[in-house]
């Protein structure tokens, strides 16, 4: 593969942009930092404005790829090496450029930032940091940057980007070990998991020494769901390594790792965090099973613990960035509270050329990190796929897991065929689902099962297992918790904490449930006010199936034909044959219809 030269900058950001479309783990950026005088840009946690390429894809960044060149050949990528196209590579100088110039005309509010192997991982990552670290000292770009962390790159460097950037996010690609070896056979899964265990241990870790959960807090149990944002950031016993809690004897062993007495223990164990990336794998049923390991006592082979800055191979970096310092003594010049309260971070932007607390309370990937997988390549169900995205949550802390419907773009045998097109109604209810693990309190095991492996095609997950669970309906709205007001279809986190917060003052009825966001044309099966139900809807699974199965196909109708135009009718029925269901008749009869 060449990479061509002489190709203007415009040339090469339509190829750079129309390259990196795929990629869907972009979203709002979820830290908030406001604007400096002497820099430029700033960050607020809903401030990304999202806009849609032609293809429908969500574009909210500048989203480019450094280049499409890469040394693997993943039979369902466009960029793979035995692909005949063109091939070009952004300089960091031009990315800088090309980040200003448009957020300086308001086109963006961040950098969403991707790229093929070019030559082998640790040269790309070297790239991507050298790319940062000018955008944050030289351009002083205060906004919001997202990047993409390369599996099989040194620790360092995934530990020096992680200062820079505000997401980073390293794409699990397949489901299964299988898949990858099929699909993908450069990646393997120590590849991939290392660079997530060690992004979130660094996460955790620093988290645990400013002695803040870095305002992920959420309105539900975080014990019972898929902590979104990082249930080790609230729990540091789940996050491993340098922050799980030790028992006396293990402390005993290691004196000096996770003390809490004296800046050198800490400096020490903090260091260790950040840059070890070891993981503990283990296979079941060819899926990935995501296991929290025992604290490692060193990332080096002679069993100690190393500091920030060393890792077991060290990694020449570019003449523009300065090698990484020593984490020994980094507290030596701060005084007693920043002793107490911080990791050796401050030390690490000295030697970057970044002012001290430039960036207020932002430190290591402040916005947490979120992963990607590709839906209807490989053979898994939709149970697998969450079972996966579960353990994900729960064991490596993970902001988001995005799900990208598989686009045919090569020709290979080993690929499926998809006549219907891309498999847009199972990602929507993956997301569905996924919603459903981060904010209501479910768990992958209650919505599917090896039973019933797959999605409905024609409910939404949430009414489909209150379906298959109507025992535990109707609920009182008046009396019912929290938790059980989330598992009501119809209601969300926002309605349900209006009507906890409401009932204090008197009772609810159905209008006042109406008022406050409660969708009643699903919840009004599954609710009762003052222990009466809505009048003429009976708690039966067939009555309530036929009601529910209209909206859900015409919305099912929706997703799998975006594309498809028609000039409506006045008698327009979606071209579904839906039966009618006995209130329908009852309503005819009497001439409400």
Request: positive net charge; charged residues 25%; hydrophobic residues 35%.
């Given at each position: 593969?060449?990479?061509?030269?002489?190709?203007?900058?415009?040339?090469?950001?339509?190829?750079?942009?129309?390259?990196?479309?795929?990629?869907?783990?972009?979203?709002s950026?979820?830290?908030?930092?406001?604007?400096?005088?002497?820099?430029?840009?700033?960050?607020?946690d809903?401030?990304?404005c999202?806009?849609?390429?032609?293809?429908?894809?969500?574009?909210?960044?500048l989203?480019?790829?450094?280049?499409?060149?890469?040394?693997?050949?993943?039979?369902?990528?466009?960029?793979?090496?035995?692909?005949?196209?063109?091939?070009?590579a952004?300089t960091?100088?031009?990315?800088?450029?090309?980040?200003?110039?448009?957020?300086?005309r308001?086109?963006?509010?961040?950098?969403?930032?991707?790229?093929?192997?070019?030559?082998?991982a640790?040269?790309?990552m070297?790239?991507?940091?050298?790319?940062?670290?000018?955008?944050?000292?030289?351009?002083?770009?205060?906004?919001?940057?997202?990047?993409?962390?390369?599996?099989?790159?040194?620790?360092?460097?995934?530990a020096?980007?992680?200062?820079?950037?505000?997401?980073?996010?390293?794409?699990?690609?397949l489901?299964?070990?299988?898949?990858?070896?099929?699909?993908?056979?450069?990646?393997?899964?120590?590849?991939?998991?290392?660079?997530?265990?060690?992004i979130?241990?660094?996460?955790?870790?620093?988290?645990?020494?400013?002695?803040?959960?870095?305002?992920?807090?959420?309105?539900y149990?975080?014990?019972r769901a898929?902590?979104?944002?990082?249930?080790?950031?609230?729990?540091?016993?789940?996050?491993g390594?340098?922050?799980?809690?030790e028992?006396?004897?293990?402390?005993?062993?290691?004196?000096?790792?996770?003390?809490?007495?004296?800046?050198?223990?800490?400096?020490?164990?903090?260091?260790?965090?950040?840059?070890?990336?070891?993981?503990?794998?283990?296979?079941?049923?060819a899926?990935?099973?995501?296991?929290?390991?025992?604290q490692?006592?060193s990332?080096?082979?002679?069993?100690?613990s190393?500091?920030?800055?060393?890792?077991?191979?060290?990694?020449?970096?570019?003449?523009?960035?300065p090698?990484?310092?020593?984490s020994?003594?980094a507290?030596?010049?701060?005084?007693?509270?920043?002793?107490?309260?911080?990791?050796?971070?401050?030390?690490?932007?000295?030697?970057?050329g970044?002012?001290?607390?430039r960036?207020?309370?932002?430190?290591?990937?402040?916005?947490?990190?979120?992963?990607?997988?590709i839906?209807?390549a490989t053979?898994?169900?939709?149970?697998?796929m969450?079972?996966?995205?579960?353990?994900?949550?729960?064991?490596?802390g993970?902001?988001?897991?995005?799900?990208?419907?598989?686009?045919?773009v090569?020709?290979?045998?080993?690929?499926?065929?998809?006549?219907?097109?891309?498999?847009?109604?199972?990602?929507?209810?993956?997301?569905q689902?996924?919603?459903?693990?981060?904010?209501?309190?479910?768990?992958?095991?209650?919505?599917?099962s090896?039973?019933?492996?797959?999605?409905?095609?024609?409910?939404?997950?949430?009414?489909?297992?209150?379906?298959?669970h109507?025992?535990?309906?109707?609920?009182?709205?008046?009396?019912?918790d929290?938790?059980?007001l989330?598992?009501?279809?119809?209601?969300?986190v926002?309605?349900?904490?209006?009507?906890?917060?409401?009932?204090?003052?008197?009772?609810?009825?159905?209008?006042d449930?109406?008022?406050?966001?409660?969708?009643?044309?699903?919840?009004?099966?599954?609710?009762?006010?003052?222990g009466?139900?809505?009048p003429?809807?009976?708690?039966?699974?067939?009555?309530?199936?036929?009601?529910?199965?209209?909206?859900?196909?015409?919305?099912?109708?929706?997703?799998?034909?975006?594309?498809?135009?028609r000039?409506?009718?006045?008698?327009?029925?979606?071209?579904?044959?839906?039966?009618?269901?006995?209130?329908?008749?009852?309503?005819?009869?009497?001439?409400?219809?």
């Amino acid at each position: 593969m060449l990479i061509q030269e002489n190709l203007s900058i415009e040339q090469k950001l339509r190829i750079l942009t129309d390259a990196a479309k795929y990629d869907v783990a972009c979203t709002s950026s979820g830290v908030d930092r406001k604007g400096r005088a002497d820099g430029m840009g700033s960050a607020t946690d809903i401030g990304i404005c999202h806009s849609f390429a032609a293809d429908g894809r969500c574009i909210s960044l500048l989203k480019i790829l450094l280049t499409n060149q890469c040394i693997y050949d993943c039979k369902y990528c466009v960029n793979r090496c035995s692909n005949d196209v063109v091939r070009t590579a952004f300089t960091p100088d031009e990315v800088c450029t090309l980040t200003m110039e448009f957020y300086r005309r308001n086109y963006i509010e961040g950098l969403f930032l991707s790229s093929g192997i070019l030559y082998s991982a640790d040269h790309t990552m070297e790239l991507i940091y050298e790319t940062l670290l000018k955008l944050r000292t030289t351009c002083r770009f205060n906004g919001y940057i997202h990047v993409k962390g390369i599996p099989g790159a040194d620790q360092e460097l995934i530990a020096r980007v992680g200062y820079l950037a505000d997401r980073m996010s390293v794409n699990l690609e397949l489901p299964t070990a299988q898949g990858l070896r099929d699909l993908a056979p450069g990646k393997t899964r120590d590849k991939i998991l290392r660079p997530m265990r060690q992004i979130q241990r660094g996460i955790a870790a620093q988290s645990l020494y400013l002695e803040g959960d870095r305002g992920f807090k959420k309105a539900y149990d975080t014990g019972r769901a898929g902590f979104a944002g990082g249930a080790a950031l609230l729990d540091p016993s789940r996050a491993g390594g340098v922050c799980a809690k030790e028992s006396p004897s293990e402390r005993a062993e290691n004196p000096g790792v996770g003390s809490r007495a004296g800046g050198a223990g800490r400096v020490g164990s903090m260091g260790s965090g950040l840059v070890e990336g070891a993981g503990v794998l283990r296979e079941e049923n060819a899926v990935y099973s995501v296991k929290t390991p025992r604290q490692s006592a060193s990332s080096g082979s002679d069993g100690q613990s190393a500091p920030l800055g060393t890792s077991a191979q060290s990694v020449p970096l570019r003449s523009s960035g300065p090698a990484a310092p020593s984490s020994a003594g980094a507290f030596d010049g701060l005084a007693s509270r920043d002793r107490r309260s911080f990791p050796p971070v401050f030390e690490e932007e000295k030697h970057l050329g970044i002012p001290e607390g430039r960036y207020g309370s932002r430190r290591f990937v402040p916005a947490g990190q979120s992963t990607q997988m590709i839906v209807g390549a490989t053979p898994e169900n939709d149970f697998q796929m969450l079972t996966v995205t579960q353990a994900l949550y729960r064991s490596y802390g993970l902001k988001r897991v995005f799900f990208s419907a598989y686009v045919p773009v090569n020709l290979d045998s080993s690929l499926p065929a998809l006549p219907g097109g891309p498999p847009l109604l199972r990602e929507h209810r993956l997301y569905q689902a996924d919603w459903l693990l981060r904010f209501y309190g479910f768990s992958a095991e209650e919505l599917l099962s090896e039973g019933q492996p797959n999605f409905n095609v024609f409910l939404d997950p949430k009414c489909d297992w209150a379906l298959r669970h109507l025992e535990q309906f109707p609920v009182e709205v008046n009396r019912a918790d929290y938790a059980s007001l989330l598992r009501v279809p119809g209601m969300g986190v926002k309605s349900a904490r209006r009507i906890v917060a409401a009932r204090r003052q008197g009772k609810l009825d159905f209008p006042d449930l109406k008022g406050m966001g409660v969708v009643l044309k699903r919840a009004v099966y599954f609710i009762t006010c003052s222990g009466k139900m809505m009048p003429g809807v009976r708690l039966d699974q067939d009555y309530i199936t036929s009601c529910l199965v209209g909206d859900e196909r015409r919305a099912a109708w929706d997703i799998e034909h975006k594309d498809c135009y028609r000039q409506l009718s006045l008698f327009d029925d979606m071209k579904l044959d839906l039966p009618v269901c006995e209130e329908e008749r009852r309503a005819a009869a009497a001439g409400h219809l």
